[in-house]
Structure formats: structure tokens, C-alpha cells
């Protein structure tokens, strides 16, 4: 992969994002910047498809490697890893794959990408719980159609933040990499 500013910039503006929403105090349920990271990875690294699918699954499972460690120290209620974690990354690689149907970054594409990508999600991961693919994890739901809108149900405190949680980190990832590559890497204004 060459190596050129637009890279430099996205992996900087992921890592950015990565932080920046752990400062929010009582952020919504589901509120997080993973599925716009997804997109995001897509949509720019559309030539480098390995990049695309690396560095976001990367970036979360370094955040569940910080989560685990705050876990382990006793300074957190939430474990970073548990049973069939591996299925929750591949769901968020297919996430990646909505950034790649962003052929051109504009608002409609970039809106419904963001709109996309917590819905799939949602209907894919309560799926897997449902069916018991992740461990039960406290949720044993009958394995009928009800069992599985029960789950659904369950899950629902979680999809309004994920929306607006991708449509705000969507909004700094996507308008952040535009405003600095159009006016920050302009020759008027590079650094010496």
C-alpha cells in the first residue's frame, strides 16, 4: 500500500474518532463509532481492500483489548472479550463492505451508508444471539419466529445510538477527511 497523505489522514481521523467518543459521559446506548469506522474503511481504502477490512476490526479489537484490561483491574463491569467475539467481527467486516458500495463520497451516499450500516447490524447480531451463536449471555429466547422478534425487541434501547452514532462519527470521519484533504493539503496551506 502506497503510502500517501489521504492514508496518513484516515488512519489519523480513525484513531481520533476511536478516542473521541469515549469523553461523551452518558452517551445512548449503541452510541459508538465502530460501524461509521467501518464504512468509513470502505469507502476510502476502496483500492486497498485489505486495509479497508484490517484497520477498523483492528481499532475495535484494540478497544476490546483496553476494555479486558480495565476488566481485569477491576475498573470495569465490562469485559473486553467473550465467547464468540470472533463472530462479531466478521459481522463488523461486513460492515465494511456497505463503505464499499460508497462509490463517491457525497452527503446522500455517505447518510445512507450510515443509515445502512447499524440496521444490518442490528438484524444480523440479534440473529446470531437468538440462534445462539455467541453463547446465551443471559438472553434465552424459544427458538420460533416470536423467540426471535423477542430478541429483536430486547435489542431495540441500542439502534437509536447506533444510528446516531454513526450519523455523528459518519459526519466527523467523512466531513473531517474532506475539510483537510481539500484545505489542509492545499499547497497554500502545507506545512514546511
Known amino acids: 500500500m502506497k503510502i500517501t497523505k489521504s492514508v496518513v489522514l484516515a488512519l489519523v481521523l480513525l484513531v481520533l474518532v476511536a478516542a473521541l467518543y469515549r469523553v461523551f459521559p452518558g452517551r445512548p446506548l ?31 479489537f484494540l478497544s476490546d483489548l ?9 475498573l470495569s463491569s465490562m469485559q473486553g472479550f467473550y ?14 463492505t456497505i463503505g464499499f458500495l460508497v462509490r463517491k463520497i457525497n452527503v446522500p451516499n455517505v447518510l445512507a451508508a450510515s443509515l445502512a450500516a447499524p440496521t444490518v447490524y442490528f438484524i444480523l447480531s440479534n440473529f446470531v444471539v437468538w440462534a445462539g451463536w455467541q453463547g ?5 429466547r424459544p427458538k ?9 425487541s430486547d435489542a431495540l434501547p441500542f439502534y437509536p445510538g447506533s444510528l446516531y452514532g454513526t450519523l455523528f462519527f459518519s459526519t466527523i470521519l467523512f466531513g473531517g477527511f474532506y475539510l483537510i484533504k481539500n484545505y489542509w493539503f492545499t499547497k497554500d496551506h502545507q506545512l514546511a
Open 30 to 60: 449503541g452510541f459508538a463509532p465502530q460501524y461509521a469506522m467501518a464504512i468509513f474503511g470502505g469507502a476510502v481504502f476502496i483500492k486497498n481492500k485489505k486495509w479497508a477490512f484490517v484497520l477498523p476490526v483492528l481499532s475495535m
Open 66 to 74: 483496553l476494555y479486558q484490561a480495565l476488566y481485569n483491574a477491576g
Open 136 to 140: 446465551t449471555r443471559g438472553l434465552n
Open 83 to 96: 465467547e464468540g467475539q470472533w463472530q462479531n467481527y466478521l459481522m463488523f467486516a461486513v460492515l465494511t
Open 144 to 152: 420460533t419466529f416470536n423467540g426471535l422478534m423477542m430478541a429483536y
